[in-house]
Structures are given as C-alpha cells and as structure tokens.
C-alpha cells in the first residue's frame, strides 16, 4: 500500500474526495483517513451513528474517520499499516502532533496543500517545519492566476526547513463557480468532478497521475471527464 499525505491548514477535504475517486476510476482501492484537528468528513461523509473513530464506506471508498495516528489506526484494523488492504491511503494533516505520529518521512508523496490567505499559508508552514529529515514535497496551491511569485515566497518562507520542493507546482481555482458545485456534491452527497471547473479538474488529474506514477494522462482524464 502506498501512503500520500496532504499537508496543511486550509480545507482539503474536497481535494482530498476527488482525488480519491479519480483513483478508484482506475479500478484503486482506496482508504482516506481525516486525521485532522477540525474533522470536517465527519459532517461531509454519511454515516449511521458516528463514534470517536469508524470507518465509513462511501462511493466505493473507505473513509477513517478520527484516527489521529497510525497506532490508532493499526489497532483498529488489527494489522501494522503497510498491511493493510488497500492499494493507496491518503492521509488529511493539519497539525504537527498528526505529521508525527504517522510518520510522514516513510510516505511515497506528501502535498503541500494551502491558499495564499495568511493563517493558512503561516499555520501550514509552522507544520512542515517540523520535518527533521529531508523530504520531497509538492506544492497545490489555490490561486486563480499561477505566478511565479507565488512559488518563490513560499520557498522563501521555507529556506530553512528539511523540504525539498518539486519543481513545478499544481495550481487549483479557489473562486464562486467551483465552490458552487463542491457546495452542491455536498448537498445531494456526490462526488461529482466533471461539473467541476477545467483548471480545478487539470488539478485534479495531474496529482492523481503523480500517484499513480502513469505516463499516460488520457485515461486519468478521461476517466475524470466521463
């Protein structure tokens, strides 16, 4: 199983869904794990009965809600975490108590998720300050209009940290017409992409197909796109 982290402040409970299910489009199974402080899938995914912590099934996906580390998590299944039955875990961080405790060094790919807003960007540092080895990270970065700006900021704010950035970054619209539609997946409990802008669905296929570690980007989008 291959372990993907999604590191940072802002919300990224939708990104972390569609990329979720533009993996379970390639025949994947999946198991997405909410180990942030908020636990907004709690109140995004259905379930009958929550607890502290369960699993949750949805859309062909499994959802583990309230698991703030892999000790937690193994307990649960009964099985050390490279074991378990999935072929990817994508894991939703957003404090430097969760970055440690499932020990992010040892993941394949880890994002670095945030919006330019100050408490977003300022508190997603301060996590992935932590880091004490070095450690390949990409940036997803919502902004309308990629700059070259962007990217040299955060890299300057980060010149003293253990991460070593992709060379290119994805960039994700964080404007009306998007959160329209996530508002309205939302509302019918869909994990609908195709409505979804083309900007946000590039996004979307290029971290699924840094994933998958697939040349062919046709049949992620097509996948996407159906």
């Not at 060379?167 to 508002?183: F, H, R, T, W």
């Not at 939302?186 to 840094?210: A, E, M, V």
Request: some cysteine.
């Amino acid at each position: 199983m291959k372990k993907i982290g999604f590191i940072g402040a802002c919300d990224k409970t939708n990104l972390i869904m569609y990329v979720a299910k533009a993996l379970e489009w390639q025949g994947k199974k999946v198991l997405v794990v909410d180990a942030s402080l908020v636990q907004r899938m709690k109140y995004t995914i259905p379930t009958i009965n929550p607890e502290s912590s369960y699993l949750s099934d949805f859309e062909g996906i499994d959802f583990a809600i309230g698991f703030f580390g892999k000790r937690k998590l193994e307990k649960h299944f009964e099985t050390d975490i490279d074991r378990l039955p999935y072929d990817y875990m994508l894991v939703d961080i957003d404090t430097k108590e969760a970055l440690a405790n499932f020990e992010i060094g040892d993941f394949d790919k880890n994002y670095f998720v945030t919006t330019f807003e100050l408490y977003s960007l300022r508190k997603g540092l301060e996590i992935i300050k932590e880091i004490r080895e070095p450690l390949q990270m990409t940036k997803v970065l919502y902004r309308y209009t990629p700059e070259k700006e962007d990217d040299e900021y955060i890299n300057y704010l980060s010149m003293d940290y253990r991460v070593e950035w992709d060379e290119n970054s994805i960039y994700l619209p964080n404007d009306g017409s998007d959160i329209q539609e996530i508002e309205e997946n939302q509302k019918i409990s869909k994990i609908r992409i195709k409505k979804l802008s083309k900007q946000y669905q590039n996004g979307i296929i290029y971290i699924t197909q840094g994933i998958l570690e697939e040349p062919n980007k046709n049949k992620v989008k097509s996948s996407i796109k159906k």
